[in-house]
């Protein structure tokens, strides 16, 4: 048996919200997105590098406030990025962890949180 890749469903309240937070913020694009019919619940795909995520505004589909984490190699590039956007509702730091690991977390407009994990052996 081999088991393949995962890919994380997080709940969304806001499409709006949801678009400047994970494209214009975090650099994820847009794949593809789903509606049964105009004015219906958004389901949508992004990804950016190795990372995909699926976006659901479906009450069905999962619970807000989930957490995922995500393996990223040179993560204080990456912070640099994100802090010189001056995002006005997210300003993450680089925190070390007592497990030896350095990490970014997160929050998105619907209380899910990611956790970016440095790869890298800087700890």
Not at 52 to 79: K, M, N, Q
Request: net charge negative; proline share 6%; charged share 25%.
């Amino acid at each position: 048996m081999n088991l393949g890749s995962i890919t994380p469903i997080l709940r969304s309240f806001n499409e709006a919200q949801t678009r400047e937070f994970y494209v214009d913020f975090l650099g994820f694009k847009v794949d593809w997105e789903h509606r049964f019919e105009p004015g219906m619940p958004l389901y949508l795909q992004v990804s950016r590098d190795g990372c995909v995520l699926h976006l659901t505004e479906h009450f069905g589909d999962c619970s807000p406030g989930g957490a995922v984490r995500i393996a990223t190699d040179g993560l204080d590039e990456y912070h640099a990025q994100l802090t010189a956007k001056q995002y006005k509702h997210a300003r993450p730091g680089i925190e070390a962890m007592p497990w030896g690991s350095r990490e970014m977390s997160i929050k998105d407009p619907s209380g899910n949180r990611l956790t970016f994990v440095s790869t890298e052996d800087d700890a």
